[in-house]
């Protein structure tokens, strides 16, 4: 393998546990990044020569390298995949009692630049750099070792792939993997549109939050804006609301979210609505609508740093028109998943649009991404959920 030489200091992230490697911290005159092939593994080196372990490169990339080992011995190949998916799937069953779950977690289980979806027998993977993707059919080989699965399929076309030079694409790797596919979430059953569905056809991490929704809404009223496929709502159903609501952009993802109401025998008390969630939540006001619990988790408004002004706002404009609908002694549930969205931000601006509107907030309980999406402690990136359970009282 060939050396990769660090900058003086350039190693310290390294050493307190970080992974990943930018470009502006190599030393580019002992080590040109050019002459390095995307994928490649290397030894990198701090400024004095010592080896700090084995990362891939994309020498055309901002984060240029990308720790998967501290050991010059043990590089990443199909043995070390297979050691780590076993590492992975421990935590998940100590975690979980249906395999149904995130199962890799990219850095956080020592596998960079992959994420990989369970639902039961079928293993959906999304690889997001060229180093990962050199070992496409070892971890399809891996899989096969650890899991023996019914089908194992490729959704390689996150945004990411673009800025690594890779292609973007959607195939089944092994066995058959239908549209639709089965899974559970706090014991109520859903279906997963894996192949044509947001990111992998699921998101689990809000596995938690979604079972401490299922407290609050027996008997109620309960309105699901960025439903998807009904992830909370479809819950709620399930947990003995009294009618739930699902506001979504998407058609497509309405029609399966009205397919997972009927798996759960609530076809009678579910509605959709086919639209943007702002104009939606001012069509409901204007139609005097009250929900007894609002649910506001919306997709990422903030994607980078300098997204943050302009997404605080959108944060705001959607709490308070969320605030308005919400009843009497109501609930709201503010969620978030944009990591540069600070959780004391998403606090402030939940007291300032419920003061806005003369209501007292009472923020009850706040939920975290579940174990199955573990936060590496030297990446903050991995730490980026956030949900807060609000009750909205009339001021006294």
Known sequence: MQQLRLNSGADKRLRGGHVWIYSNEVNTK???????????????????????GLAYVNPNSLICGRLVSRSVKIPLDRSLIVHRLNIALSLREACFDKPCYRLVFGDSDG??????????????????TAGMELFKEDIVAALE??????????RNDGKMRQTEGLES?????????PELVPFEENGVSFLAPVHKGQKTGWFYDHRLNRARMQQHVEGKRVLDLFSYIGGWGVQALAAGAEHVTCLDASEFALDIAQENAVLNGGEERFTTIQG???DGCKMLLEEEEKFDVVIVDPPAFIQKRKDIRNGE?????????????VAKNGVLVSASCSMHLERERLVDMIRSESRALDRQAQIFDQGHQGGDHPVHPAIPETDYLKSYFVRLLPVS
């Open 111 to 128: 596998l960079p630049g992959l994420v990989i979806d369970r639902f039961f027998d079928i293993f959906v993977v999304q690889i997001s």
């Open 313 to 325: 706002q959108a944060y705001k404009r959607i709490n308070q028109l969320a605030m308005r609908l």
């Open 276 to 278: 943007d969630a702002f």
């Open 30 to 52: 002992l080590t040109p990044l050019k002459q390095f092939t995307p994928g490649e593994q290397v030894v990198v080196e701090s400024s004095s020569g010592k080896a700090l």
């Open 145 to 154: 070792k650890v899991f023996k699965p019914q089908g194992i399929l490729f």
């Open 169 to 177: 694409y959607t195939e089944v790797a092994f066995g058959e993997v």
